[in-house]
């Protein structure tokens, strides 16, 4: 190996820029030295000195071939900014400030435009050099070509920047390395325009010294944070709730470096725990209002003989019931002309109390008033004898509780509303929970092997372990957006804005492309999925990828719930009504009664020791049965435990085209 085109001058002293010519080896060269370029030049694409001037001395042939620059014109040059792209104004304050201290260069990123127009990404690493008095001599460092890797990142920024939630990663100096789509809008800035830059810049310093005083703890500790509320106030004005989960970063073998930060967005949450709060305050003003109303309220007396006729009625009923006192008096309790009415159980019971001579209170009656109106009153009284102790009659009062009756019943639509409202706030909880679960899982694997690629622990990125970490950040960015689509389908069919698209298309052909991409998500699951022949002659007027994503979902919960060597088929009928059935049947571990009463719910899962090859959001069956109701159709699941399921698709007879 010869170091021709290679320039060089002396890394100190002051006699200038020395340049090789021909034969670049410097005869006093040792071959210890010549080794240590030699090695220097495979591990990376080139290499350079800045002398203790911070001036370059040195530069590798291999800088021109990759950046362009002619290393000639840059001897005995400082670096500057100029011609560098993708480097903001405190990314390259912080490097100058970095060599001015002295300290390693790790990692410093830029790029330049080629000849073709076309951006071509660097990062360069160096370390500070001493003489033997040790004093600063200067620096010593490589330079490599990154585009494939900034183009594999860019490829992971897309499925990052997919996600509906702040993800950012910010270093021990509180400078942003990486933050989403979603948080630089929250920051009210770009990606692009947010890296490198402190969070004091957005946040303000009293939330930005919060953040770094949770970053630091986190680096310290080691481990990741609670998960903890975070108000925030974004670009808009507005003040939001994030829901936040801190977790340290290593690099190579060394301590936590950065931090990565994961929030989701519970305002909404917020907002109806403060609303259904309300509701609960204003249910017991309302409840105490009628309660007041009730007690404040005046009786009516009345007076019964010992065959309990009214001998006597107040005025207080004419305002109760809008009767007369006169109208009540000689007739029965419970006469039909003065519209009071009981239950009849009650009524017999209320007679036994009166024919024992005992006291009652507050029994129930309902009064029809005269002009067609329904009082609730409550009716209590005591007996009252002569002076031979024979009875004569009852004294007592009836009070109007229809204010508070009605108070009742709205106090149980309250208590239902709450209930509903608990059950969803509930649901959206477990939602979270389970989605924290979905997101982070293909997360991790995303970062973890970035992490790989970015250090380039096997080599450069054409060797085959990265070819397959990427084939698994494909898989692992496909699971996230095939949960972030059942969201989308299922919040649009809600909002009734589903857009479908009917057409006539052969049944085989729905089947064939079902089956066939079933069959590839359940590789390596381990049941065999058949489909028995599909005739020609069947076609149907449906929404195709709708009917194939009932089947996809159906197949590919049987091939989760389906143990190894056992099988999944399908198979077209037709019921006694002409409808058109597609049957999906397994042999595997089956449902269980309990659970077969919430399987149709949305973000309803099965038990996590049954699934295999990974689980959802729990939004498949919900959304194939409503999907199924949208062609006018049905889904059935008739399963028992242990033995298998049988899933049913019932496609109306007005859909049917043709069939054999």
């Known amino acids: 190996m010869t170091d021709e085109g290679r320039h060089v001058t002396a890394p100190t002293g002051k006699t200038g820029p020395r340049h090789s010519g021909g034969d670049a080896r410097r005869p006093s060269l040792t071959d210890e030295e010549r080794r240590l370029l030699d090695f220097a030049e495979v591990s990376s694409d080139w290499f350079y000195e800045l002398d203790k001037d911070l001036r370059f001395s040195l530069l590798s042939s291999g800088s021109s071939a990759r950046t362009g620059e002619d290393p000639s014109a840059l001897l005995g ?22 060599l001015a201290s002295r300290r390693a260069i790790v990692d410093f990123r830029f790029a330049r435009k080629g000849s073709d127009g076309r951006l071509r990404h660097f990062s360069i690493n160096a370390k500070p050099v001493f003489d033997a008095s040790g004093a600063f001599a200067g620096y010593r460092g490589t330079g490599r070509e990154i585009t494939r890797i900034v183009d594999a990142e860019r490829f992971l920024r897309d499925i990052i920047d997919a996600v509906p939630a702040v993800i950012m990663v910010r270093d021990a100096a509180s400078r942003y390395v990486m933050m989403n789509e979603y948080y630089a809008r929250v920051l009210g800035t770009t990606p692009e325009e947010g890296t490198g830059r402190v969070s004091g810049a957005f946040l303000g310093e009293p939330a930005a010294a919060i953040s770094r005083a949770q970053d630091e703890q986190v680096l310290v500790s080691g481990v990741p944070s609670r998960t903890f509320q975070r108000e925030m106030r974004i670009s808009d004005g507005s003040t939001r709730v994030f829901l936040v989960k801190k977790v340290p ?44 109303f009730a007690e404040s309220s005046s009786h009516w007396l009345w007076e019964l003989d010992r065959e309990l006729r009214y001998t006597f009625v107040s005025d207080g009923a004419r305002a109760m019931t809008g009767l007369s006192p006169e109208s009540y008096v000689g007739a029965r309790l419970f006469d ?72 009742e019943a709205d106090s149980e639509r309250w208590r239902q509303a709450r209930d509903v409202a608990a059950a969803a706030d509930l649901a959206k909880t477990r939602f979270l929970a389970n989605m924290s679960h979905e997101l982070r899982t293909p997360l991790n694997a995303i970062l973890g092997f970035a992490e790989v690629m970015s250090e380039q622990l096997f080599g450069e990125l054409g060797h085959d372990n990265y070819r397959e970490y990427v084939r698994d950040i494909g898989v692992s960015g496909r699971h996230l957006l095939g949960i972030i689509n059942d969201l989308l389908d299922m919040s649009t069919i809600e909002l009734g804005q589903f857009h479908q698209s009917f057409e006539d298309v052969a049944l085989a052909e729905i089947v064939d492309e079902a089956v066939r991409m079933a069959r590839g998500y359940a590789q390596g699951l381990g049941p065999t999925i058949e489909a028995e022949p599909v005739e020609a002659a069947w076609i149907i007027h449906v929404d195709r990828r709708s009917i194939r994503q009932i089947l996809l979902n159906l197949l590919s919960n049987a091939a989760k719930f389906t143990p190894a060597g056992r099988r999944v088929g399908v ?53 194939s049965r409503s999907l199924a109701e949208l062609h006018g159709g049905s889904l059935e699941i008739d399963s028992r435990e242990g033995e298998g399921t049988i899933a049913t698709l019932t496609i109306p007879l007005s859909r049917i085209v043709r069939r054999p």
């Open 336 to 407: 039909t002309h003065t519209g009071q009415v009981m239950e009849p159980a009650s009524k017999r019971q209320f007679l036994e109390v009166l024919d024992k001579r005992e006291p009652f209170m507050d029994v129930p009656v309902v009064q029809t008033a005269a002009d067609g109106g329904i009082r609730h009153l409550r009716i209590s009284g005591r007996p009252f004898f002569g002076e031979d102790g024979r009875l004569l009659g009852y004294r007592g009062t009836t009070r109007d509780v229809t204010s508070q009756y009605d108070a």
């Open 77 to 98: 040059q400082a670096p500057t900014k100029d011609g560098l792209e993708m480097v903001s104004d405190e990314a390259w304050v912080a490097h100058l400030a970095d």
């Open 249 to 292: 970063l290593t690099e190579g073998a060394g301590p936590p470096s950065r931090v990565l930060t994961v929030g989701i967005d519970i305002s909404v949450l917020k907002e109806a725990e403060k609303a259904l709060m309300e509701t609960q305050a204003k249910l017991r003003e309302s409840e105490q209002r009628f309660r007041d």
């Open 571 to 623: 198979r077209v009928e037709s019921d006694r009504d002409g409808n058109l059935n597609l049957v999906v049947a397994d042999t595997g571990f089956g449902i269980s009664a309990e659970r077969m009463a919430t399987i149709f719910e949305p973000f309803q899962r099965a038990a996590a020791e049954h699934a295999r090859g990974g689980r959802g959001a729990g939004l498949g069956l919900w959304l």
